[in-house]
Nanobody
């Protein structure tokens, strides 16, 4: 069973930075051929895309993340990361990592909370 475990969430001040990491286990045969990414769910709202990176290394970002967040992946270690800079209170949410093969399947982590104070 593929498992994803996020880390790095916590409390930050507006303008500060946090780096989220995600380790994907039991995915040695699929990680490099799959898209991976980050989603978030703000309090009382629906889960939304933050950033994804394809198997080919192409990254796409939500408008709210462009210029502030950077997604990366390490196919040798089966990990992905999200560097978040210039944090805003609106970035407060539970952040989830994801690995998927389009509509075929997807796996999710349990989430890590991020709180940004003004």
């Amino acid at each position: 069973q593929v498992q994803l475990v996020e880390s790095g969430g916590g409390l930050a001040q507006a303008g500060g930075s946090l780096r989220l990491s995600c380790v994907v286990s039991n995915a040695e045969d699929i990680f490099s051929d799959s898209s991976v990414g980050w989603y978030r769910q703000p309090p009382g709202k629906r889960r939304e895309l933050v950033a994804v990176i394809t198997s080919g290394g192409n990254a796409n970002y939500a408008d709210s993340a462009k210029g502030r967040f950077t997604v990366s992946r390490d196919n040798a270690k089966n990990t992905l990361a999200l560097q978040m800079d210039s944090l805003e209170p609106e970035d407060t949410a539970d952040y989830y990592c994801n690995i998927n093969r389009g509509a075929l399947w997807a796996y999710w982590g349990q989430g890590t909370p991020v709180t940004v104070s003004s």
